[in-house]
């Protein structure tokens, strides 16, 4: 009986034991440093970003004159300015306005003219400027011509902005995930807190000036047709806005 309790004792122990052993492997492995190799972070981009803006390329007057019957809307907003059409002359001497960011133009023609040195500021002369014919749909009760300089020819050869100063597709579209609230503002030409830098420069149009050249960390003026507007960007989102007191 003494040799079958010592047995059983014996297997007692070596059970606990092992018990033990693997109780004590289980919390080493728990609790372990994980030197495992980890996928890097995924770069997350921009929505804004990931919209495709269309470039038409134009490098003959025929690709201008080709715009007519579709609308466009202004990308370069405040920067641009137009001039009515008399006959099939643009009146340089007679400016009407300066083109807006997200306004709809309907265009019409194409024209060149030899363009006072007062309006080659934005786009030179060269030979001649080139103008797009326009009329401004969401001017109430405006059916006129307008005239913008879109491009210029010099020896033969054209230059042209239209991809840079124009969306082709309506930008309310393109950058619907934006929300009414901040298209309202944009279309308004306002600025509101929590909007970035693409949406203010849309709404108040040319930067004239900023503290540094870190993108949405940073005050920007925006030139806002003579009426400067100093917006302060955080993580490019607008945390504070006045009219503009120097810095």
Known sequence: MQNGAKAAIGATVILVLAVGIRVGLIYRERNAPDNSVKAPAREVIPEDDLV???KKRPDSLKDIKDLAGTTVWVSAGGQLEYYPLVGHSAQ??????TLLGAEPLLVKDAIEQVAPKAATFR???GDKQVLMVFT???AAGDTKEYAVPVGYRQAGQYTFYTDEILFYDDPHELYKHWGPEIWKAVDAHQVILGMNERQVQLALGQVSKSTSNTYGDRMVVFANLGKPMAV????????AFRADQGY
Do not use: W
């Open 92 to 97: 340089y001497g007679k400016p009407a306005g």
């Open 52 to 54: 495709f803006l269309k």
């Open 123 to 125: 786009i030179p002369g």
């Open 232 to 239: 302060t960007f955080v993580k490019n989102k607008v945390t």
């Open 136 to 138: 401004r749909p969401d």
